[in-house]
């Protein structure tokens, strides 16, 4: 898409650039411009419809915006503005500096303004703060060809009409109708008679991710949401819901990996910012990886006696390292989507110490035939290694799946006890128990 782009830039065709954009999504339309230097990105920006525009707009990302708000005037400020959806609108203010939300604020109405700053003051990763309020709404004594001729007249301003929520005179929630209900009844049925009463509701000050869970929960494609004297205000609809299961998922997998979460995609990110965001971890394991070295400093004539132990250092620290980071990763998805809960910790040690000695006596077994019948080792040292390894896999499974725990009683992110400390901790355990043992059984 970028090449056809490219090709009518340079031959200046813009009347058929133009006729191209209307026939494309704006999601990649979004995309496309966000790769364009600032010149053609305002050109391509300008020869989009108002409408598609703004839709645009609102998959762009925050460099973008900025560069197309630097170059538009106040009255293609105002139409942007008026025409996103409120949740859009208030995810883009969100995210950018002062000095534009400032601007883009002096160019809307002083109603959607007040809407605007109100949005703005719920707490971040709160329902309120990513929830719309282009919902449809309906009375409960409208007759179902009411209903639809309302749906008709509004829909194209709403963000969504599968679902239609009933509200009273002063706004509070009743319960919703969908489309297909209202499609199905006959024209005279009274909405009060087909509406479901029961309803999941969440509220302005809901978290985010307890948000995330109810609609994986309910398997729902839109959410009521309700402020404290549960009239409705908004709702979240299943695409907002999917952002922030990509945003949370992006951090995650940062943390436990031991890099901090990135502000900006990682194309638009420098390498300066790329190195901090990992370097802090990095000095962290580093000086960890010391007490190992410490270690191996310590048993080194021993070492020098029996030089083949040395050799299966590598694969004792990485089993044990990996298996650590598997029991942990399954027990912080496990926390984070409240499928174990803190009071679950026992169950969970002991289950986790039978998979322990299931794993260890396996991979010990196969280990020691392994080394004694197909390498010639020294059935002692064969057996030593593979005590070692039975020993450090439970040690492993034990801190994989303790630290998320504790981590999440202290009130700390369970995923930054993930991989990277738990990797280190083994570490220094594995060298020490491989030493002891080979010691106590070559009777040295």
Request: net charge negative.
């Amino acid at each position: 898409m970028i090449d056809t782009i490219l090709e009518f830039l340079v031959q200046k065709n813009y009347k058929q650039l133009k006729e191209f954009l209307a026939e494309e999504n704006p999601a990649d339309i979004a995309e496309v411009i966000s790769e364009l230097d600032e010149n053609d990105a305002i050109l391509v920006f300008r020869l989009l419809s108002k409408d598609t525009g703004a839709e645009v707009f609102a998959y762009m990302d925050k460099d973008t915006h900025i560069g197309i708000l630097e170059n538009i005037n106040e009255d293609e400020i105002t139409y942007l503005m008026n025409n996103l959806f409120m949740d859009d609108t208030v995810d883009i203010l969100s995210e950018l500096p002062a000095n534009y939300v400032t601007r883009v604020l002096q160019n809307v109405s002083e109603a959607r303004r007040k809407l605007i700053n109100h949005f703005l003051q719920y707490p971040e990763d709160t329902a309120g703060s990513i929830m719309t309020i282009e919902y449809m709404d309906l009375k409960k004594d409208m007759t179902v060809k009411e209903a639809i001729e309302r749906v008709k007249k509004y829909a194209i301003k709403k963000e969504t009409v599968n679902n239609c929520y009933i509200i009273d005179d002063k706004r509070m929630l009743l319960g919703e109708v969908t489309l297909k209900d209202l499609i199905l009844a006959t024209d005279d049925t009274i909405i009060n008679d087909i509406m479901n009463e029961d309803v999941i509701v969440g509220n302005t000050l809901t978290s985010t991710d307890e948000i995330s869970l109810m609609f994986t929960k309910y398997d729902i494609l839109s959410m009521p949401i309700v402020d404290t004297e549960s009239r409705l205000v908004g709702i979240i609809t299943v695409d907002d819901v999917m952002e922030l299961i990509e945003e949370e998922t992006s951090e995650e997998m940062g943390r436990m990996t031991g890099a901090s979460p990135l502000e900006n995609p990682y194309m638009k990110t420098g390498v300066f910012k790329l190195a901090r965001s990992r370097i802090i971890w990095l000095f962290v394991l580093m000086i960890g990886a010391t007490i190992s070295q410490l270690i191996i400093g310590k048993y080194e004539d021993f070492l020098t006696a029996y030089v083949v132990l040395a050799g299966f250092l590598p694969m004792l620290m990485d089993t044990s390292g990996n298996t650590g980071a598997q029991t942990a990763t399954m027990i912080v998805r496990g926390l984070g989507i409240n499928e174990i809960k803190l009071s679950d910790m026992p169950k969970v040690l002991f289950k986790e110490m039978r998979v322990a000695l299931i794993i260890g006596l396996t991979l010990a077994l196969a280990n020691f035939f392994k080394l004694w019948l197909l390498q010639g080792i020294d059935p002692v040292i064969a057996g030593a290694v593979s005590l070692t390894l039975i020993c450090t896999i439970t040690i492993a499974i034990t801190a994989g799946s303790s630290l998320p725990f504790l981590a999440r009683k202290l009130k700390l992110d369970p995923a930054v006890a993930v991989s990277p400390m738990i990797t280190t901790i083994v570490d220094a355990f594995a060298v020490l128990l491989y030493f002891t043992i080979a010691k106590a059984l070559l009777g040295i």
